[in-house]
């Protein structure tokens, strides 16, 4: 979904848009897991699930975001 969004308004750039994706994925691993390790250390391990319930709904509310805006671009560039 990450990529398929930019590359459908892009498909020259897939290569640029991949590495993108794929970098940001990774620094997204070093960067979250030590912050969940500090609130189960802190929190309890019962408390990661939460985190990631909250991370997961962002994360759905950014690509609906996003799919909407694509949708009504989509509609605006019919009508023209």
């Known amino acids: ?3 398929s969004i930019p590359v459908e308004e892009k498909p020259e750039l897939f290569g640029t848009i991949l590495g993108l994706v794929l ?3 990774g620094m ?3 960067v979250f897991q030590p912050i969940l390790g500090y609130i189960a250390e ?3 391990g019962g408390s990661i699930i939460y985190v990631l319930l909250v991370s997961m709904s962002i994360g759905f509310v950014f690509a609906s975001i996003l799919y909407i ?3 009504k671009s989509k509609h605006l560039s019919a009508n023209s």
């Open 42 to 44: 802190h929190r309890g």
């Open 69 to 71: 805006l694509k949708s």
């Open 1 to 3: 979904m990450l990529k």
């Open 23 to 25: 970098t940001s994925s």
């Open 28 to 30: 997204g691993i070093m």
